[in-house]
Protein backbone atom coordinates (compact mmCIF):
# COMPACT_ATOMS: atom_id res chain seq x y z
CA UNK A 1 0.00 0.00 0.00
CA UNK A 2 2.79 2.27 0.89
CA UNK A 3 4.46 2.15 -2.45
CA UNK A 4 0.97 2.46 -4.33
CA UNK A 5 1.03 6.00 -2.89
CA UNK A 6 4.37 6.81 -3.17
CA UNK A 7 3.91 5.93 -6.75
CA UNK A 8 1.02 8.12 -6.83
CA UNK A 9 3.19 10.63 -5.60
CA UNK A 10 5.95 9.65 -8.52
CA UNK A 11 3.25 9.79 -11.12
CA UNK A 12 2.14 13.22 -10.87
CA UNK A 13 6.10 14.47 -11.22
CA UNK A 14 7.19 12.74 -14.27
CA UNK A 15 8.90 14.47 -17.01
CA UNK A 16 5.60 16.67 -18.19
CA UNK A 17 6.04 18.59 -15.01
CA UNK A 18 9.42 19.69 -15.70
CA UNK A 19 7.99 20.80 -19.38
CA UNK A 20 9.64 17.93 -21.95
CA UNK A 21 8.18 17.55 -24.91
CA UNK A 22 8.69 13.83 -24.70
CA UNK A 23 8.07 11.25 -22.00
CA UNK A 24 11.59 10.60 -20.52
CA UNK A 25 11.22 6.97 -21.55
CA UNK A 26 11.23 8.29 -25.22
CA UNK A 27 13.99 10.47 -25.36
CA UNK A 28 15.81 7.37 -24.11
CA UNK A 29 14.90 4.73 -26.49
CA UNK A 30 16.22 7.42 -29.20
CA UNK A 31 19.36 8.37 -27.54
CA UNK A 32 20.15 4.85 -26.77
CA UNK A 33 21.09 3.23 -30.05
CA UNK A 34 23.73 5.84 -29.74
CA UNK A 35 25.62 5.92 -26.54
CA UNK A 36 28.29 3.89 -28.49
CA UNK A 37 29.14 6.16 -30.83
CA UNK A 38 29.08 8.72 -28.06
CA UNK A 39 31.77 6.71 -25.98
CA UNK A 40 29.24 6.29 -23.07
CA UNK A 41 30.75 2.72 -21.69
CA UNK A 42 28.31 2.91 -18.31
CA UNK A 43 24.73 4.06 -17.26
CA UNK A 44 24.89 3.55 -13.76
CA UNK A 45 21.77 3.51 -10.99
CA UNK A 46 23.53 4.57 -8.07
CA UNK A 47 20.54 5.50 -6.27
CA UNK A 48 20.84 2.44 -4.18
CA UNK A 49 23.87 3.76 -2.38
CA UNK A 50 22.33 6.49 -0.54
CA UNK A 51 19.39 6.06 1.81
CA UNK A 52 17.02 8.89 0.51
CA UNK A 53 15.56 7.41 -2.61
CA UNK A 54 15.45 10.39 -5.47
CA UNK A 55 16.76 8.71 -7.96
CA UNK A 56 20.30 9.55 -9.29
CA UNK A 57 22.11 8.25 -12.13
CA UNK A 58 26.23 8.14 -13.38
CA UNK A 59 27.25 8.23 -16.98
CA UNK A 60 30.88 7.26 -17.91
CA UNK A 61 32.29 8.49 -20.78
CA UNK A 62 36.23 7.22 -20.09
CA UNK A 63 37.35 8.92 -23.32
CA UNK A 64 36.35 12.52 -22.91
CA UNK A 65 37.90 15.69 -23.27
CA UNK A 66 36.27 16.95 -19.88
CA UNK A 67 34.81 15.34 -17.39
CA UNK A 68 34.61 11.66 -18.03
CA UNK A 69 31.24 11.11 -15.30
CA UNK A 70 28.33 12.90 -15.97
CA UNK A 71 25.44 12.75 -13.02
CA UNK A 72 21.71 13.14 -13.58
CA UNK A 73 18.31 13.36 -11.71
CA UNK A 74 15.14 13.11 -11.04
CA UNK A 75 11.69 12.06 -9.75
CA UNK A 76 11.83 8.77 -11.73
CA UNK A 77 14.72 6.59 -12.67
CA UNK A 78 13.90 7.41 -16.43
CA UNK A 79 14.20 11.20 -15.54
CA UNK A 80 17.09 10.21 -14.00
CA UNK A 81 19.04 8.40 -16.75
CA UNK A 82 17.42 10.67 -19.22
CA UNK A 83 19.46 13.72 -17.65
CA UNK A 84 22.68 11.39 -17.19
CA UNK A 85 23.19 10.66 -20.72
CA UNK A 86 21.85 13.80 -21.89
CA UNK A 87 24.39 15.59 -19.87
CA UNK A 88 27.17 13.16 -21.25
CA UNK A 89 25.66 13.82 -24.90
CA UNK A 90 26.37 17.14 -25.08
CA UNK A 91 29.51 17.61 -23.24
CA UNK A 92 30.66 15.15 -26.38
CA UNK A 93 29.30 17.74 -29.11
CA UNK A 94 31.01 20.95 -26.76
CA UNK A 95 34.32 18.41 -27.19
CA UNK A 96 34.06 17.97 -30.90
CA UNK A 97 32.52 21.68 -32.31
CA UNK A 98 32.51 20.98 -35.63
CA UNK A 99 31.49 25.42 -36.96
CA UNK A 100 33.78 27.13 -38.69
CA UNK A 101 35.92 29.09 -36.79
CA UNK A 102 37.42 32.93 -37.02
CA UNK A 103 40.89 33.77 -36.13
CA UNK A 104 41.77 37.88 -35.02
CA UNK A 105 41.81 39.66 -31.98
CA UNK A 106 38.58 41.90 -31.51
CA UNK A 107 40.29 44.82 -33.02
CA UNK A 108 40.74 43.05 -35.90
CA UNK A 109 37.70 41.73 -36.78
CA UNK A 110 34.98 44.36 -35.21
CA UNK A 111 34.79 45.85 -38.19
CA UNK A 112 33.91 42.77 -40.38
CA UNK A 113 31.97 40.80 -38.02
CA UNK A 114 29.21 41.72 -35.70
CA UNK A 115 30.87 40.32 -32.20
CA UNK A 116 29.35 40.36 -28.93
CA UNK A 117 30.58 43.21 -26.52
CA UNK A 118 33.76 41.49 -24.47
CA UNK A 119 33.16 43.57 -21.70
CA UNK A 120 30.39 42.10 -20.58
CA UNK A 121 31.41 38.45 -20.71
CA UNK A 122 32.76 36.89 -17.20
CA UNK A 123 36.41 36.04 -17.14
CA UNK A 124 38.82 36.04 -14.18
CA UNK A 125 41.28 38.72 -12.39
CA UNK A 126 44.01 37.33 -14.54
CA UNK A 127 42.34 37.60 -17.80
CA UNK A 128 44.87 37.56 -20.77
CA UNK A 129 42.02 39.87 -22.78
CA UNK A 130 42.61 42.70 -24.59
CA UNK A 131 41.06 44.13 -27.73
CA UNK A 132 44.15 42.93 -29.35
CA UNK A 133 44.98 39.28 -28.36
CA UNK A 134 44.19 37.28 -31.17
CA UNK A 135 41.84 34.67 -30.16
CA UNK A 136 39.47 32.50 -32.00
CA UNK A 137 35.38 32.87 -32.63
CA UNK A 138 32.40 30.98 -33.48
CA UNK A 139 29.12 32.29 -34.34
CA UNK A 140 25.72 32.24 -32.95
CA UNK A 141 22.57 33.75 -33.13
CA UNK A 142 20.97 36.75 -31.44
CA UNK A 143 17.56 35.65 -29.98
CA UNK A 144 16.70 39.43 -30.57
CA UNK A 145 16.60 40.13 -33.86
CA UNK A 146 17.51 36.82 -35.23
CA UNK A 147 21.00 38.09 -36.44
CA UNK A 148 24.38 36.11 -36.72
CA UNK A 149 26.91 37.18 -33.40
CA UNK A 150 30.84 36.08 -32.72
CA UNK A 151 31.60 35.03 -29.40
CA UNK A 152 34.72 33.90 -28.36
CA UNK A 153 35.33 29.96 -29.45
CA UNK A 154 36.90 29.64 -25.31
CA UNK A 155 33.53 30.20 -23.92
CA UNK A 156 31.71 27.70 -26.41
CA UNK A 157 33.73 24.20 -26.33
CA UNK A 158 34.68 22.06 -23.75
CA UNK A 159 37.82 19.98 -25.37
CA UNK A 160 40.01 21.18 -22.25
CA UNK A 161 43.05 18.29 -24.08
CA UNK A 162 46.15 20.32 -24.08
CA UNK A 163 47.50 22.50 -26.04
CA UNK A 164 44.52 24.56 -25.59
CA UNK A 165 43.26 26.54 -28.61
CA UNK A 166 44.77 30.25 -29.52
CA UNK A 167 43.14 32.79 -26.94
CA UNK A 168 42.66 30.86 -24.08
CA UNK A 169 42.56 32.23 -20.58
CA UNK A 170 40.86 35.34 -21.58
CA UNK A 171 37.16 34.23 -20.71
CA UNK A 172 35.40 32.37 -17.89
CA UNK A 173 35.87 28.76 -20.05
CA UNK A 174 33.01 26.62 -18.19
CA UNK A 175 29.71 24.59 -19.00
CA UNK A 176 27.18 27.48 -17.81
CA UNK A 177 24.56 27.64 -20.84
CA UNK A 178 25.88 24.25 -22.60
CA UNK A 179 22.33 22.46 -22.92
CA UNK A 180 20.37 19.51 -24.87
CA UNK A 181 17.09 18.53 -24.92
CA UNK A 182 14.54 17.24 -27.58
CA UNK A 183 14.20 20.29 -29.03
CA UNK A 184 15.98 22.86 -29.71
CA UNK A 185 13.57 25.16 -27.93
CA UNK A 186 13.82 22.57 -24.87
CA UNK A 187 17.56 22.62 -25.46
CA UNK A 188 17.73 26.63 -25.24
CA UNK A 189 15.53 27.57 -22.43
CA UNK A 190 17.63 25.11 -20.32
CA UNK A 191 20.71 26.65 -21.11
CA UNK A 192 19.38 29.79 -20.81
CA UNK A 193 17.88 28.79 -16.92
CA UNK A 194 21.37 27.39 -16.71
CA UNK A 195 22.84 31.03 -17.26
CA UNK A 196 20.17 32.73 -15.04
CA UNK A 197 21.25 30.90 -12.22
CA UNK A 198 24.64 31.39 -12.25
CA UNK A 199 24.24 34.67 -12.25
CA UNK A 200 21.34 34.79 -9.27
CA UNK A 201 23.93 32.08 -7.66
CA UNK A 202 26.90 34.97 -8.04
CA UNK A 203 25.03 38.14 -6.95
CA UNK A 204 23.62 36.10 -3.64
CA UNK A 205 26.77 34.85 -2.31
CA UNK A 206 28.23 38.48 -2.52
CA UNK A 207 25.21 39.40 0.03
CA UNK A 208 25.58 39.92 3.79
CA UNK A 209 25.05 36.59 5.54
CA UNK A 210 22.00 38.83 7.43
CA UNK A 211 20.68 39.63 4.20
CA UNK A 212 20.36 35.61 2.68
CA UNK A 213 18.99 34.51 5.99
CA UNK A 214 16.08 37.02 4.73
CA UNK A 215 15.58 34.67 2.08
CA UNK A 216 14.93 31.18 4.13
CA UNK A 217 11.58 29.77 2.85
CA UNK A 218 9.25 28.39 4.69
CA UNK A 219 9.02 24.60 3.75
CA UNK A 220 5.69 23.89 5.20
CA UNK A 221 4.27 26.80 2.99
CA UNK A 222 5.61 24.17 0.20
CA UNK A 223 1.90 22.72 -1.14
CA UNK A 224 3.23 21.31 -4.75
CA UNK A 225 2.68 17.39 -4.52
CA UNK A 226 6.09 16.96 -6.27
CA UNK A 227 8.16 19.16 -3.98
CA UNK A 228 6.39 17.29 -0.77
CA UNK A 229 7.46 14.25 -1.99
CA UNK A 230 11.10 15.58 -2.76
CA UNK A 231 11.17 16.42 1.14
CA UNK A 232 9.25 13.69 2.77
CA UNK A 233 11.80 11.43 0.80
CA UNK A 234 14.75 13.89 2.72
CA UNK A 235 12.70 13.25 6.31
CA UNK A 236 12.39 9.15 6.16
CA UNK A 237 16.02 9.19 5.47
CA UNK A 238 16.82 11.82 8.24
CA UNK A 239 18.16 14.34 6.16
CA UNK A 240 17.49 17.77 7.23
CA UNK A 241 16.78 20.27 4.74
CA UNK A 242 17.04 23.90 4.17
CA UNK A 243 15.55 26.09 1.31
CA UNK A 244 16.78 29.52 0.51
CA UNK A 245 15.28 31.72 -2.45
CA UNK A 246 18.12 33.52 -4.57
CA UNK A 247 15.90 34.97 -7.01
CA UNK A 248 17.98 37.75 -8.38
CA UNK A 249 16.20 41.17 -10.26
CA UNK A 250 15.80 38.86 -13.11
CA UNK A 251 12.89 37.52 -11.56
CA UNK A 252 12.95 33.80 -12.22
CA UNK A 253 12.68 31.65 -9.59
CA UNK A 254 16.20 30.58 -8.20
CA UNK A 255 16.39 28.47 -5.36
CA UNK A 256 19.13 27.02 -3.36
CA UNK A 257 18.78 23.47 -0.97
CA UNK A 258 21.29 22.39 1.66
CA UNK A 259 20.96 18.91 3.25
CA UNK A 260 22.72 17.53 6.10
CA UNK A 261 22.33 13.70 7.87
CA UNK A 262 20.40 14.37 11.47
CA UNK A 263 19.95 10.76 12.19
CA UNK A 264 23.35 9.33 12.00
CA UNK A 265 23.90 9.48 15.80
CA UNK A 266 26.96 11.58 15.73
CA UNK A 267 28.99 12.40 13.02
CA UNK A 268 27.79 11.32 9.78
CA UNK A 269 29.88 9.77 7.09
CA UNK A 270 27.91 11.18 3.94
CA UNK A 271 28.82 14.99 3.40
CA UNK A 272 26.16 18.01 3.23
CA UNK A 273 25.28 18.66 -0.06
CA UNK A 274 23.60 21.81 -1.63
CA UNK A 275 21.21 21.89 -5.03
CA UNK A 276 20.10 24.58 -7.46
CA UNK A 277 17.24 24.75 -9.96
CA UNK A 278 15.33 27.87 -11.61
CA UNK A 279 12.87 27.81 -13.85
CA UNK A 280 10.04 30.03 -14.64
CA UNK A 281 7.54 27.95 -12.37
CA UNK A 282 8.94 27.84 -8.83
CA UNK A 283 7.86 24.20 -7.96
CA UNK A 284 9.84 23.48 -10.87
CA UNK A 285 12.60 25.50 -9.68
CA UNK A 286 12.70 24.33 -6.39
CA UNK A 287 12.08 20.26 -7.53
CA UNK A 288 15.37 20.57 -9.38
CA UNK A 289 17.45 21.97 -6.67
CA UNK A 290 15.95 19.40 -4.32
CA UNK A 291 16.66 16.27 -6.65
CA UNK A 292 20.26 17.98 -7.36
CA UNK A 293 21.13 18.29 -3.63
CA UNK A 294 20.32 14.36 -3.70
CA UNK A 295 22.45 14.42 -6.74
CA UNK A 296 25.58 16.02 -5.14
CA UNK A 297 25.27 13.92 -1.97
CA UNK A 298 24.99 10.70 -4.38
CA UNK A 299 27.99 11.87 -6.17
CA UNK A 300 30.31 12.02 -2.82
CA UNK A 301 29.12 8.79 -2.29
CA UNK A 302 29.99 7.00 -5.22
CA UNK A 303 33.17 8.92 -5.51
CA UNK A 304 33.23 9.14 -8.75
CA UNK A 305 34.02 12.40 -9.82
CA UNK A 306 38.23 12.74 -10.19
CA UNK A 307 37.73 16.53 -9.12
CA UNK A 308 36.52 15.84 -5.47
CA UNK A 309 40.13 15.17 -3.69
CA UNK A 310 40.72 13.71 -0.16
CA UNK A 311 40.68 17.28 1.43
CA UNK A 312 37.14 17.85 0.05
CA UNK A 313 36.12 14.53 1.73
CA UNK A 314 38.13 15.80 5.11
CA UNK A 315 36.68 19.20 4.99
CA UNK A 316 32.71 18.44 4.37
CA UNK A 317 33.25 14.89 6.76
CA UNK A 318 34.61 16.69 10.10
CA UNK A 319 32.36 17.81 12.77
CA UNK A 320 32.38 21.29 13.05
CA UNK A 321 31.34 21.54 9.34
CA UNK A 322 28.41 19.14 9.67
CA UNK A 323 27.64 21.17 12.33
CA UNK A 324 27.64 24.64 10.60
CA UNK A 325 25.41 23.22 8.10
CA UNK A 326 23.23 21.95 10.48
CA UNK A 327 22.98 25.10 12.34
CA UNK A 328 22.54 27.19 9.28
CA UNK A 329 19.73 25.05 8.21
CA UNK A 330 18.24 24.46 11.41
CA UNK A 331 18.49 28.06 13.77
CA UNK A 332 17.42 30.79 11.26
CA UNK A 333 14.60 32.21 11.07
CA UNK A 334 11.63 30.67 8.46
CA UNK A 335 10.69 33.87 6.77
CA UNK A 336 9.59 33.46 2.89
CA UNK A 337 5.90 31.88 2.22
CA UNK A 338 6.55 29.92 -1.22
CA UNK A 339 3.14 31.24 -2.17
CA UNK A 340 4.17 34.58 -2.37
CA UNK A 341 6.97 33.85 -4.76
CA UNK A 342 5.93 34.93 -8.38
CA UNK A 343 5.60 32.08 -11.07
CA UNK A 344 4.63 31.89 -14.78
CA UNK A 345 3.61 29.12 -16.45
CA UNK A 346 3.43 29.63 -20.52
CA UNK A 347 0.62 27.60 -22.83
CA UNK A 348 4.30 26.37 -24.63
CA UNK A 349 8.05 26.25 -24.60
CA UNK A 350 8.39 29.11 -26.89
CA UNK A 351 5.71 31.34 -24.41
CA UNK A 352 8.23 30.48 -21.81
CA UNK A 353 10.93 31.82 -23.64
CA UNK A 354 9.72 34.61 -24.64
CA UNK A 355 8.95 35.18 -20.92
CA UNK A 356 12.22 34.69 -19.79
CA UNK A 357 13.35 37.12 -22.43
CA UNK A 358 11.10 39.77 -21.08
CA UNK A 359 12.01 39.47 -17.61
CA UNK A 360 15.79 40.02 -19.11
CA UNK A 361 15.23 43.03 -21.06
CA UNK A 362 13.36 44.54 -17.51
CA UNK A 363 17.01 44.90 -16.31
CA UNK A 364 18.21 45.88 -19.62
CA UNK A 365 19.60 42.63 -21.32
CA UNK A 366 17.95 42.02 -24.50
CA UNK A 367 20.81 39.89 -25.89
CA UNK A 368 20.61 36.25 -25.97
CA UNK A 369 22.98 34.28 -27.80
CA UNK A 370 22.52 31.07 -28.99
CA UNK A 371 25.49 29.14 -30.71
CA UNK A 372 23.88 25.84 -32.08
CA UNK A 373 26.00 22.92 -31.65
CA UNK A 374 23.72 20.03 -33.00
CA UNK A 375 25.50 18.08 -35.17
CA UNK A 376 22.92 17.13 -38.66
CA UNK A 377 24.26 13.45 -38.80
CA UNK A 378 22.82 12.77 -35.34
CA UNK A 379 20.12 15.36 -34.81
CA UNK A 380 20.19 15.44 -31.25
CA UNK A 381 19.49 19.63 -30.82
CA UNK A 382 22.69 21.02 -28.34
CA UNK A 383 23.21 24.63 -28.06
CA UNK A 384 25.63 26.99 -25.67
CA UNK A 385 23.76 30.00 -24.57
CA UNK A 386 25.56 32.74 -23.57
CA UNK A 387 23.79 36.15 -22.14
CA UNK A 388 25.93 39.31 -21.94
CA UNK A 389 25.59 41.20 -19.01
CA UNK A 390 24.64 38.57 -16.79
CA UNK A 391 27.73 37.07 -13.78
CA UNK A 392 29.51 34.13 -14.77
CA UNK A 393 30.09 31.10 -12.14
CA UNK A 394 31.82 32.94 -8.65
CA UNK A 395 32.97 29.32 -7.49
CA UNK A 396 37.14 30.05 -7.79
CA UNK A 397 38.59 33.29 -5.89
CA UNK A 398 40.16 34.28 -9.40
CA UNK A 399 36.55 35.22 -10.54
CA UNK A 400 36.17 39.08 -11.35
CA UNK A 401 33.07 40.74 -10.52
CA UNK A 402 31.08 41.72 -13.22
CA UNK A 403 29.02 45.15 -13.76
CA UNK A 404 25.82 43.69 -12.24
CA UNK A 405 27.95 41.94 -9.36
CA UNK A 406 29.85 45.74 -8.72
CA UNK A 407 26.58 46.92 -8.56
CA UNK A 408 26.11 45.10 -5.13
CA UNK A 409 29.44 45.49 -3.64
CA UNK A 410 29.76 49.26 -4.28
CA UNK A 411 33.24 48.41 -5.94
N1 LIG B 1 14.05 14.21 -19.97
C1 LIG B 1 14.96 14.87 -20.68
N2 LIG B 1 14.90 14.92 -22.02
C2 LIG B 1 15.82 15.59 -22.75
N3 LIG B 1 16.85 16.26 -22.21
C3 LIG B 1 16.98 16.24 -20.89
C4 LIG B 1 16.05 15.56 -20.05
N4 LIG B 1 16.42 15.75 -18.76
C5 LIG B 1 17.53 16.51 -18.80
N5 LIG B 1 17.87 16.81 -20.07
C6 LIG B 1 19.01 17.62 -20.49
O1 LIG B 1 20.16 17.06 -19.88
C7 LIG B 1 21.05 18.09 -19.46
C8 LIG B 1 21.36 17.92 -17.98
O2 LIG B 1 20.20 18.27 -17.26
P1 LIG B 1 20.12 18.24 -15.70
O3 LIG B 1 18.82 18.79 -15.30
O4 LIG B 1 20.50 16.91 -15.22
O5 LIG B 1 21.35 19.08 -15.25
P2 LIG B 1 21.73 20.59 -15.04
O6 LIG B 1 20.72 21.27 -14.20
O7 LIG B 1 22.04 21.21 -16.35
O8 LIG B 1 22.98 20.34 -14.19
P3 LIG B 1 24.35 21.10 -14.09
O9 LIG B 1 24.04 22.27 -13.22
O10 LIG B 1 25.23 20.05 -13.46
O11 LIG B 1 24.77 21.44 -15.49
C9 LIG B 1 20.39 19.40 -19.81
O12 LIG B 1 20.91 19.91 -20.99
C10 LIG B 1 18.93 19.04 -19.97
O13 LIG B 1 18.23 19.86 -20.86
MG1 LIG C 1 23.82 21.79 -17.23
Known amino acids: MMEQVRQTEWDSIGSPQWRRLVSAEETLAKVTPLLGAFGITRVANVTGLDTVGIPVVM ?8 LAVSQGKGTSLAAAKASAVMESIEAWHAERVQLPLRHGSYEDLRYALPLIDPALLPCHVDSLYTPHAQMLWAEGTNLKDGTGCWVPYEMVHTNYTLPLPTGHGCFQATSNGLASGNHWIEAVLHGLCEVIERDARTLWNLLPEAAQEETRVDLETVADPTCRALLAKFARAGVAVGVWDMTADTGVPTFLARIVQTSSGGQSSVRPASGYGTHLVPAIALSRALTEAAQSRLTFISGARDDMGREEYEHF ?58 RPEIGIPVVRVIVPGLEGVDGSPTYALGPRARCITGL
Not at 59 to 66: E, L, T
Not at 348 to 361: G, I, Q
Request: hydrophobic content about 40%; glycine content about 6%; overall charge neutral.
Open 59 to 66: VNRPNSRS
Open 317 to 374: LSEQEQERWLARIQLGPLLRDFNAIQGWRGQSLRDDLAELRTRLARVGIEDVIVVDLT
